[in-house]
């Protein structure tokens, strides 16, 4: 088993940053790659990013392309993702996901955090 912490969320204006965690403990030798999603009210969860832990490769969705930036801290067992330029479109609950392979489908990640609520404001 994987298991995950999110925190970083918070309250910030439009323009704003924040930087997000996601702390892995348990069996994260098995780990692959780490994904971040969000949904927001009345909407399905959506693929944010992800990130190999190995390579350190990574895929934005076009929406946060530029904006948003993943990395990772193999040695603390932590995913960041830095968010610039935050717009109120961006307000959601933000999971951290882990799995074995690599890409946006939700399926492919195994052991999920409990959510960090962001919410950007005008």
């Known amino acids: 088993q994987v298991q995950l912490v999110e925190s970083g969320g918070g309250l910030v204006q439009a323009g704003g940053s924040l930087r997000l965690s996601c702390v892995a403990s348990?069996?994260?030798?098995?780990?692959?790659?780490v994904g971040w999603f969000r949904q927001a009210p009345g909407k399905e969860r959506e693929f944010v990013t992800s990130?190999?832990?190995?390579?350190?490769?990574?895929y934005y969705a076009d929406s946060v392309k530029g904006r948003f930036t993943i990395s990772r801290d193999r040695a603390k067992n932590t995913v960041y993702l830095q968010m610039n330029s935050l717009k109120p479109e961006d307000t959601a609950v933000y999971y951290c996901?882990?799995?074995?392979?690599?890409?946006?489908?939700?399926?492919?990640?195994?052991?999920w955090g409990q959510g960090t609520q962001v919410t950007v404001s005008l």
């Open positions: 996901g882990a799995g074995r392979t690599f890409g946006r489908a939700e399926g492919l990640y195994d052991y």
């Open positions: 990130i190999t832990l190995s390579g350190g490769s990574t």
């Open positions: 348990g069996r994260t030798f098995s780990v692959y790659a």
